[in-house]
Structures are given as structure tokens and as C-alpha cells.
């Protein structure tokens, strides 16, 4: 069974930077179309960012020019490069292939607040 472990977020102010990284058990990462959601309290799970096999990368409106999704296929990470941070950007941020397909982990808290 496969493990996501979402680890690398905390408190920032405006303006500030943070990188997130999921650590995954099985070798998932390189084969699979993986994404960085996140889930703001009282909404919708969202898809932020998305990075195919091949590595083409996509972002939502709202993170786009300031996160970056990468990958390093020999450790299993996923990661999350997100600068310019935002207090609307607080939320529990999970990673997991673009369907959700494997087990939820249990997320990390970024919080941007002055």
C-alpha cells in the first residue's frame, strides 16, 4: 500500500516562501501524472499544481508564476516550490496522482499571516 507523507509547510508571513515535499513508499512518482492539492477550512479540496510523467506542468490561475512543481524520481519526492505567499494560500496542502487514486496522507498546514 502506497504511503503519500506531506511534510515542509508552517507559519510565513505575506511575501514569504516555503517548499513542500511528499515523500511517497512505492516508486509512484516518476510514473504516474502527480498534483499538490490543497484544502482551505470550510472548502473544496483544490488541484494547484500538476506534473505528468513525462513532466509537463500545469498550475491554477491562482498560484500561477509564483509556485513550482518538481520531482525528484530517484528519492520518490514530490515537491512544492511556492514563493509570493498569500494569506488566501493558507490551507492543509496534500500531494497524490491527478485523480487521487492512492490513500490521502495526512497533508501539511501552510499558513501565511502577518
Known amino acids: 500500500q502506497v504511503q503519500l507523507v506531506e511534510t515542509g509547510g508552517g507559519l510565513v508571513q505575506p511575501g514569504g516562501s516555503l517548499r513542500l515535499s511528499c515523500a511517497a513508499s512505492?516508486?509512484?512518482?516518476?510514473?504516474?501524472?502527480m498534483g499538490w492539492y490543497r484544502q482551505a477550512p470550510g472548502k473544496q479540496r483544490e488541484l494547484v499544481a500538476t506534473?505528468?510523467?513525462?513532466?509537463?506542468?500545469n498550475y491554477a490561475d491562482s498560484v500561477k508564476g509564483r509556485f513550482t512543481i518538481s520531482r525528484d524520481n530517484a528519492k520518490n519526492t514530490l515537491y512544492l516550490q511556492m514563493n509570493s505567499l498569500k494569506p488566501e494560500d493558507t490551507a492543509v496542502y496534500y500531494c497524490?496522482?491527478?485523480?487521487?487514486?492512492?490513500?490521502w496522507g495526512r497533508g501539511t498546514q501552510v499558513t501565511v499571516s502577518s
Open positions: 497524490n496522482e491527478i485523480y487521487g487514486f492512492y490513500d
Open positions: 512505492g516508486n509512484i512518482i516518476s510514473i504516474n501524472d
Open positions: 506534473i505528468t510523467s513525462l513532466g509537463s506542468t
